[in-house]
């Protein structure tokens, strides 16, 4: 056999390789589907493996990373402190309960705040570490495995996430090598879209320019990443007919159209509904001196920092809302001074 040949060989057994890592790891990753935590959040990982085996049941192709959508109807709603809790839990140490993992954070919003993250980082670990000492020295070391991306326009969003594959492999720029990837964030997708929509009315004035399609690539570069790291995606957005109509508009609905252009509709395994739970209103009828004591307790439910997370019904069959319901639809939890809170906790 002459060198050209065994060239062509070798190469071909390398492309091989690299195509059966690919396999190998997705293997590995239905292997342990019915164990697996995706998030370390019980009642969140069963909606997630809910959505997948829904997914898994309507279609015979391959099961990928699952894609999470985080919505919100209104400022302050709670999916950043959410983003929180589930970074927290995704890189402390295993002996405190985490994953011992990294995760990358693409903050197109500016608004994930790092002290406020080691500030619930030290509730969760306060009651399990020996000294003040030995709780800084924790928190520390967990920050150093949170990847923080500052994308100033859609373009270089799409760049950054297309660049997560050989930053992350690369030990010589981070010190994850050695940690899995517990999930990719995108905080938030609707940070350019009243860019890109304006670029779009533009485009369209002018009929032989292209129609730009900044949110289509981003879609298939989070969907690449998540395949090629095989880790979960999140992302959040908030409903956009909801800010046009007020912020008490849709208190009772539980199903929301994503604002978000195509293909952003079905890109998620799982949509879900982040916000404040809402106070129910006064009554007409009500008397004044009522209305004065159901002023205070209503201050002090408001007081209380209670949040909701729940299945978003849009485009939800019966069968599968019963499913999902079957796993609770949702959970709740509190934010305080201190971080988060769920309620199975025994904390206070």
């Avoid at 057994?13 to 697996?36: F, K, N, P, Y």
């Avoid at 589930?86 to 890189?91: F, K, Q, R, S, Y």
């Avoid at 949040?307 to 796993?327: H, I, K, P, Y």
Wanted: glycine share 6%; net charge negative.
């Amino acid at each position: 056999m002459g060198a050209e040949d065994l060239g062509k060989r070798l190469l071909a057994e390398v492309q091989v390789e690299e195509v059966g890592l690919d396999e190998i790891l997705s293997t590995l990753r239905l292997d342990d589907a019915s164990t697996r935590s995706y998030f370390g959040l019980p009642t969140l990982d069963s909606l997630v493996q809910t959505a997948i085996d829904l997914r898994a049941s309507t279609t015979k192709a391959q099961p990928t990373a699952p894609i999470i959508e985080l919505t919100s109807t209104s400022p302050a709603s709670g999916k950043t402190h959410l983003l929180y809790h589930l970074t927290a839990l995704a890189v402390l140490p295993t002996s405190l309960g985490g994953h011992q993992a990294c995760v990358a954070i693409i903050d197109a919003d500016n608004k994930f705040s790092i002290p406020r993250l080691a500030q619930h980082m030290a509730r969760l670990c306060h009651s399990k570490t020996t000294s003040p000492e030995a709780l800084q020295a924790t928190i520390t070391t967990s920050l150093t495995h949170i990847h923080i991306f500052h994308p100033q326009s859609l373009p270089s969003t799409i760049a950054t996430v297309q660049s997560l594959q050989s930053y992350l492999f690369n030990a010589n720029r981070h010190h994850s090598f050695d940690r899995a990837v517990a999930f990719i964030a995108l905080e938030s997708a609707a940070a350019f879209y009243w860019q890109a929509k304006s670029d779009a009315e533009e485009a369209s004035l002018h009929p032989s320019s292209a129609q730009p399609s900044g949110y289509v690539q981003l879609a298939g570069a989070l969907k690449n990443a998540g395949r090629i790291l095989n880790t979960p995606i999140l992302f959040t957005c908030w409903d956009m007919s909801s800010a046009k109509k007020g912020s008490s508009f849709g208190q009772d609905i539980r199903s929301y159209r994503s604002s978000l252009p195509p293909p952003w509709q079905t890109l998620p395994t799982l949509r879900l509904v982040v916000r404040r739970i809402p106070v129910r209103k006064l009554p007409v009828e009500i008397g004044v001196e009522e209305a004065l004591r159901e002023g205070e307790m209503r201050q002090k439910v408001v007081e209380l920092g209670r949040f909701e997370c729940f299945v978003n019904e849009w485009g939800l069959d019966e069968r599968s809302m019963q499913r999902f319901q079957a796993n609770g639809g949702g959970f709740e939890f509190r934010i305080r001074g201190d971080g988060v809170h769920f309620d199975e906790e025994k904390d206070g």
